[in-house]
């Protein structure tokens, strides 16, 4: 039986004893529009990618700011950067050179 609907995400909420300061500045050093992120979720809603596999900027960020690097890069090793969310973001953040930066800064190499 092939299944309909949505699934529930567990909750993204920044925990305010995990949140990672340090790391997460590291990002707004070199994109201070990642404070601009109102955590709307358009771009993850209108994501090429999110139609194969899990993918957020939404949540890569609430991640960042809670210290999960792994979980962030993860949700962004999709990405295409084909450049949608950029176009639906109601704040005008540039989330495709965003998305690059926060690749540049915190990948394992
Ligand atoms: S640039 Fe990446 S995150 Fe943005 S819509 Fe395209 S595939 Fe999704
Ligand atoms: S569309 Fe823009 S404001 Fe909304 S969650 Fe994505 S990056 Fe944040």
Not at 15 to 31: C, G, M, Q, T, W
């Amino acid at each position: 039986m092939v299944e309909f609907g949505f699934k529930l995400s567990p909750s993204s909420r920044i925990n305010l004893d995990l949140r990672d300061k340090a790391s997460f500045s590291k990002l707004v050093e070199i994109e201070p529009d990642a404070l601009k992120c109102m955590a709307c979720g358009s771009c993850t809603a209108s994501c090429s990618a999110g139609i194969f596999e899990e993918t957020s900027l939404r949540s890569a960020l609430l991640g960042l700011q809670n210290g999960d690097k792994e979980k962030a890069l993860k949700l962004l090793s999709h990405c295409m950067f084909c450049g949608k969310c950029t176009m639906v973001c109601p704040r005008g953040i540039n989330t495709r050179h965003l998305i690059l930066s926060i690749n540049k800064i915190y990948q394992v190499r």
